[in-house]
């Protein structure tokens, strides 16, 4: 497979899954399944796909640096709590195209550390950044205030998964890459069976709901099938300012997925989204090419 294929391919279609990941968690939610519910199916669905791909071997007793891994486990579960909180009644092009503000938070991580040196296209990038959530928000004071919460629970996420992204990067080559990933999304899993024992009454109502069951588990679905690409590209291709770049596409897939849907928008409004949406890709590429 080659770097069209690889870098490129995989994370688009994670880019083009989120938009319907975003739309079942919105269905589910519309008949009355709680977000606990959907964000413990998802992660739990997710670490499964990820265990299955994986297929993890040898000892798994826990020391050292594992722990890091488990934590970030955690971190990751408070960031599809927020994101998908964010999803529940928020418009998808803003929270798509507003979750690229995360790759700032691993930045600015990345360059406290010294990871990373300094520079003025983190700088540029967070500008850029903050001009396209205006933009996709309808590009105006009442627009920014109407979408202010799915902005704010979206920044939130972008915090925990900017972390998760920037442990991983930092500590999971201590262990290795497969052991971390394998933790890490265990431990979400473990939390999510959690979560899913304490409404066991509400998951057990689920079976004389099938239509409902559809979207819950399509939402797991896409969540895991969507991380799992993009960590492959990721990882498998070395080329991660690319594949980054590509995956902050999810903005402008969202715009085309809400209108293939036929939901009806004011013309000037789709423009002032779809032109944010593109502009957080440029902003991205700026960041990423620091």
């Given at each position: ?56 071997e040898g ?10 891994a ?39 991580c ?44 979206t920044?939130?996420a ?64 896409f969540?895991?099938i969507?991380?799992l690409?993009?960590?492959?590209a ?12 590509v ?25 002032k ?18």
């Amino acid at each position: 497979m080659n770097w069209l294929s690889g870098a490129v391919l995989l994370p688009l279609l994670g880019a083009a899954l989120h938009p319907l990941l975003g739309w079942c968690i919105q269905e589910g939610t519309k008949r009355g399944v709680s977000l606990s519910v959907i964000v413990a199916v998802a992660n739990l669905l997710t670490s499964l796909i990820f265990v299955g791909y994986l297929r993890p071997e040898g000892v798994w007793a826990i020391s050292g640096k594992d722990w890091w891994a488990v934590g970030n486990g955690i971190l990751f579960f408070l960031g599809q709590w927020f994101s998908t909180h964010s999803v529940k009644k928020g418009d998808l092009a803003v929270h798509s195209s507003a979750l690229g503000i995360k790759v700032v938070i691993v930045g600015f991580c990345s360059i406290l550390v010294g990871l990373e040196p300094s520079s003025w296209n983190l700088v540029t990038g967070v500008i850029l950044a903050t001009l396209a959530v205006f933009l996709v928000s309808g590009g105006s004071a009442e627009g920014w205030r109407t979408h202010r919460t799915t902005v704010g629970l979206t920044v939130l996420a972008c915090i925990f998964f900017g972390l998760t992204d920037f442990l991983t990067g930092w500590q999971s080559r201590e262990i290795g890459a497969a052991r971390w990933l394998i933790l890490m999304m265990g431990t979400s899993g473990v939390i999510s069976i959690g979560f899913l024992i304490h409404r066991r009454e509400e998951v057990r109502g689920l079976y004389r709901l099938p239509r409902v069951v559809i979207y819950v588990i399509g939402a797991g679905l896409f969540l895991g099938i969507q991380a799992l690409l993009v960590n492959l590209a990721f990882s498998h291709y070395g080329q991660p300012t690319l594949s980054n770049v590509v995956y902050s596409s999810r903005g402008v897939m969202a715009v085309i997925f809400l209108y293939l849907i036929g939901k009806k928008f004011d013309p000037r409004f789709v423009r002032k989204q779809t032109m944010g949406a593109i502009l957080m890709i440029f902003a991205l590429a700026i960041l990423l090419g620091s």
